[in-house]
């Protein structure tokens, strides 16, 4: 069974910048398995952030974070990063670490092995 445990959210100002970390335990790498993000804002649906193909090192990104975020991996430590820079306002969620099939965070599948606790980045101006 996949474990996967997230840190590093907070709070900074509009602009700023924040790092978070899953690290996953149980987990196998492979092709078209995919670790990565979703979050979800107050009173709306969760969304997909950005993903990392554990068998092939490709990425993904939601139109709305591309050119800020960037996803990236420690293969010797089982952990994924995602690096969030020029935070905005909308920005504002708890951010979910997820492994599951990679087309699940394009909406084609909705295969999952575990989810992360949650952690909670807020970006105010």
């Known amino acids: 069974q996949v474990q996967l445990v997230e840190s590093g959210g907070g709070s900074v100002q509009a602009g700023g910048s924040l790092r978070l970390s899953c690290s996953a335990s149980?987990?196998?790498?492979?092709?078209?398995?995919?670790l990565g993000w979703f979050r979800q804002a107050p009173e709306k649906e969760r969304e997909a952030v950005a993903a990392f193909e554990t068998g092939t090192g490709s990425t993904y990104y939601a139109d709305s974070v591309k050119g800020r975020f960037t996803i990236s991996e420690d293969g010797a430590k089982n952990t994924i990063y995602l690096q969030m820079n020029a935070l905005k306002r909308e920005d504002t969620a708890i951010y979910y670490c997820?492994?599951?099939?990679?087309?699940?965070?394009?909406?084609?599948?909705?295969?999952?092995?575990?989810w992360g606790q949650g952690t909670l980045v807020t970006a105010s101006s």
């Open positions: 997820a492994a599951g099939s990679c087309p699940s965070w394009v909406g084609y599948d909705n295969h999952f092995d575990g």
């Open positions: 149980g987990y196998t790498y492979s092709v078209n398995n995919c």
